[in-house]
């Protein structure tokens, strides 16, 4: 069955520090992984994409890794804002033909306090 | 135009009434998709619309009815729900439902049932 594990569940920081977030996925044949931002009470909004051949990809503070081998990829926040507060989840799509379907990780939710 | 819209923002239903969630789109999106998030949880596909017609059903009890009038609208119809139907109720639009195509959220319907 095609799983989608993020850690950690959740996480506080302080404004202005990084941090990093992690997703590890069994999902196969691979197709896509997705960073999703989700506030509280809101639809996800997207955040990057990560092909197979993709190893890193930037959207301003927000840096997304991928290793296909170990299938792992990770989210970087530089320089945390207080908007930053929300639950970030990792989606990876299966490449199956026609609808590929999506698996959705369980999220973090992190938390940036002044 | 780069959203999605859902309409109401809150519903609060017994569980004898019928009631109809709403989401429109006009990106030229020929999949929609409406998807049921508890708490904490993250998002469960219920239902897939391409090019007008249901294209996958995971399941889903038969008191969700879904609908899809024309491309830009897609219904989702409420008949006899349970309380453990409360949850975010979430329609989000792709491109195409392949493998490429980013899925845009709405900001989704808090439904309650009582």
């Known amino acids: 069955k095609n799983q989608v594990e993020q850690s950690p569940q959740s996480l506080i920081i302080l404004e202005g520090k990084n941090c990093t977030l992690q997703?590890?996925?069994?999902?196969?044949?691979?197709?896509?992984l997705r960073w999703y931002k989700q506030d509280t009470g809101r639809g996800p909004v997207s955040l990057t994409i990560?092909?197979?051949?993709?190893n890193t990809k930037s959207n301003g503070r927000y840096t997304a890794t991928l290793d296909a081998d170990t299938k792992q990829s990770s989210l970087h926040i530089t320089a945390s804002q207080l908007s930053d507060s929300a639950s970030y989840i990792c989606v990876v799509r299966e490449n199956s033909g026609g609808y590929q379907k999506v698996t959705f990780g369980t999220g973090t939710k992190l938390q940036v306090i002044p | 135009d780069t959203e999605v819209t859902q309409t109401p923002k809150h519903l609060v239903m017994g569980m004898t009434n019928k009631k109809s969630l709403k989401c429109e789109q006009h990106m030229g999106h020929r999949a929609m998709y409406w998807y049921k998030q508890k708490a904490k949880k993250p998002p469960e596909l219920m239902f897939v619309y391409s090019y007008e017609k249901l294209s996958i059903n995971e399941s889903v009890p038969s008191r969700f009815s879904p609908e899809c009038p024309n491309s830009s609208l897609l219904n989702l119809h409420l008949h006899a729900l349970q309380p453990e139907d409360s949850a975010l109720y979430l329609c989000a639009s792709s491109q195409g439902p392949g493998e490429s195509y980013e899925q845009y959220f709405g900001p989704g319907t808090r439904l309650t049932v009582t």
């Open positions: 997703c590890n996925y069994t999902v196969s044949p691979f197709s896509n």
């Open positions: 990560m092909t197979f051949s993709e």
